[in-house]
C-alpha cells in the first residue's frame, strides 16, 4: 500500500508541475524552464542532505525528471506556437478578405 501512496503522490506532483509548465510558457518560452531549475537543486539537495550513497539512484530520477519536464515544456511550447500560427493565419486570411 506504502507504494502506491508514493506513486499516487508522484502522479500528483508530474500534474502540478505539468499546470506549472503551462502557465509559465504563457509568458515566455524560457519561464517554463523555472521547474527544470526546481528540480535540480531539489535532487542537488537531496544529493548533499543524503550523502553519496544514494548517488546513483539520485542521478537516475534527476535525468528521469529532467526529460519528462523538457518533453513538458517543449509540447506546450509547440501547442503555443501553432495556436499563434492559426491565429496569425485568420488574421491574414481577414485582411485578404477585406481588401
Do not use: C
Amino acid at each position: 500500500m506504502d507504494i502506491l501512496i508514493k506513486i499516487l503522490v508522484g502522479m500528483l506532483f508530474v500534474a502540478v508541475i505539468y499546470l506549472i509548465e503551462k502557465a509559465l510558457v504563457r509568458f515566455s518560452k524560457w519561464y517554463g524552464a523555472v521547474p527544470l531549475i526546481i528540480w535540480s537543486i531539489f535532487i542537488g539537495y537531496l544529493l548533499f542532505t543524503k550523502g553519496l550513497s544514494q548517488f546513483l539512484g539520485l542521478l537516475v530520477v534527476w535525468i528521469v525528471g529532467i526529460s519528462v519536464l523538457a518533453e513538458i515544456w517543449q509540447d506546450v511550447w509547440h501547442k503555443k506556437k501553432h495556436i499563434q500560427q492559426r491565429e496569425l493565419d485568420s488574421m491574414k486570411a481577414k485582411d485578404f478578405k477585406n481588401r
